[in-house]
């Protein structure tokens, strides 16, 4: 049970930083159509068990066209884990909001917080991020924190690596690059198909 005192007022881990203001733009191609993501961390606030979490907008652009907008929402406890509380998102065809599958809340119709980085991140951990059964069951576990890559925005080391999955899509898993001070640079398709996206633009906040 998550103890609301037991949490801070900002998202400040080096590798998941959530200052209010920044910006992360992506850009790449998802079995073959062009997909642009654009993640805005807002100036709002949602309380969800009595904790005081972090608005970040998170928009999908498909070959040109808005394909998901979603409402993510992150509180950091005292020992610098961050905490994911749920989701409010809506994927779109035409224009027209068609679904909210996947949308959950920590709290309720069973579903739980899950943890999105650790505190202190190690080769081999494993987390779960989301649990809202049925819906919404990301895992992921650390493979690398010394790796290099480069993306359009430039080349960083010390890298965070970790393998991302859902078992409720069991074929499709995903890596995903993490630089301090910046947050998630870039992820790719390992298996269940090709896809890549690198961070193109960012702006921090503050």
């Known amino acids: 049970m998550l103890e609301p005192a037991d949490f ?5 881990h080096p590798y998941f930083p959530l200052a209010v203001g920044s910006r992360w733009v992506y850009e790449g191609e998802d079995d073959g159509e062009v997909e642009r993501v654009e993640v805005v961390v807002t100036g709002r606030r949602r309380e969800i ?22 409402f993510d929402w992150f509180a950091q406890d005292r020992d610098g884990n961050v905490w994911y509380l749920g989701e409010d998102t809506r994927e779109f065809e035409n224009g027209v909001a068609v679904s909210a599958a996947g949308a959950w809340e920590a709290g309720i119709d069973g579903a739980k917080p899950g943890i999105v980085m650790l505190a202190e991140p ?5 987390y779960r991020q989301e649990l809202y059964e049925g819906e919404a069951e990301d895992m992921a576990r650390v493979v690398d924190v010394a790796a290099e ?13 970790t393998e991302d999955w859902n078992p409720l899509d069991p074929d499709v898993f995903e890596e995903k690059w993490y630089a301090a001070g910046v947050g998630l640079i870039g992820e ?3 298996t269940g198909g090709k896809g890549r996206v690198e961070l193109i633009e960012f702006t921090a906040g503050g």
């Open 8 to 12: 801070v007022d900002v998202v400040d």
């Open 49 to 70: 068990l009595g904790i005081s979490a972090t608005v970040v907008r998170d928009t999908v652009y498909v070959d040109g066209e808005l394909a998901e907008d979603t």
């Open 188 to 190: 790719r398709k390992l």
């Open 122 to 126: 190690a080769s081999g951990d494993a």
């Open 149 to 161: 890559r480069t993306v359009p925005t430039g080349t960083y080391q010390d890298v965070l690596v």
